[in-house]
Each structure stands twice: as structure tokens, then as C-alpha cells.
């Protein structure tokens, strides 16, 4: 079944076939305001619908694999290493809204390296209030400026 069929069948009662083309934003406006989710979320996934096939573009199995392969990276032994020999400059940038950090145990860490810089080019550390994981799509314009 094509995303657009299962939509329009999900708004229906009448047992007659609605297939049409969905647009992306159509799309995007059924995933926040009928299924919940948030609009970053719902414009991210909308971003990988081809509106020609009418069917996502992105493989799951992919997907899962880039969860799994992130979930066991850990770049702070990298980062600490850069860091203390000054060999590049580091600027965190993190979404307020985000608990992960805290839950990781990173956020004072990075705390404690901003204080101890006498050097903002070495290291800084931006904290974007509103913004959640996905900075970019929360708040972007306190990214550009971060």
C-alpha cells in the first residue's frame, strides 16, 4: 500500500478507494495534526517521501544500522586528546531540551573544559535553551549564531 492510500484510508469510513497524489507538506500536516508528532520530526520524514512513487525513500535496515553504529561511537577520548594538545578548536553545541547529556554525564564535563580554556578559539561550549536534539530544525538561527 502507497503512504497516500494508507492516509487517505485512515480518514475514511467510506469503503471507496481515495488514491491520490500527497504533496509533502499534505504529508507533513497529517503526521503532526493526526499523528502526533512534532514538526521537525514530521518535516524530517516527510524530506524522504518521493512524491512520484508516493512511498518513503529511505531503507529502514540502513536506518537501524546508523543507530546502532552511533549508539557504540565515543568520540570524547578524540576530543580530550585534541583538546589538551591544542590541535584544533572544539565548539559544543548543545539543545537545552536535551537530557541525554546530562544522562551520558558529559554536561559537566564540558562545563569543566569551558571553564578551565583560556582560549574560546580551543574550546566553547553553546547551550541553545529552547532546542531539543535536533538543533538545526529547533533553533536555527541560534545555531548560526552559536
Not at 34 to 40: A, C
Not at 45 to 63: E, I, K, M, R
Not at 98 to 124: K, P, V
Amino acid at each position: 500500500m502507497n503512504v497516500a492510500q494508507g492516509i487517505v484510508d485512515d480518514n475514511t469510513t467510506s469503503t471507496t478507494s481515495k488514491t491520490r497524489s500527497m504533496k509533502r507538506n499534505e504529508l507533513t500536516q497529517h503526521l503532526v495534526q493526526e499523528k502526533g508528532l512534532d514538526l521537525g520530526t514530521a518535516q524530517w520524514l516527510a524530506s524522504g517521501f518521493d512524491t512520484q512513487t508516493q512511498q518513503f525513500q529511505f531503507d529502514l535496515q540502513v536506518a537501524q544500522d546508523l543507530v546502532q553504529a552511533f549508539d557504540k561511537m565515543d568520540y570524547l577520548d578524540w576530543i580530550q586528546r585534541g583538546r589538551a594538545a591544542g590541535q584544533f578548536g572544539i565548539h559544543m553545541v548543545r539543545g537545552g531540551a536535551n537530557q541525554s547529556w546530562e544522562q551520558a554525564g558529559c554536561l559537566n564535563l564540558m562545563e569543566q573544559w569551558e571553564r578551565d580554556s583560556n582560549d574560546s578559539q580551543q574550546f566553547s561550549f553553546h547551550t541553545l535553551p529552547r532546542a531539543g536534539h535536533w538543533v538545526h530544525i529547533d533553533d536555527p538561527k541560534g545555531l548560526v549564531a552559536a
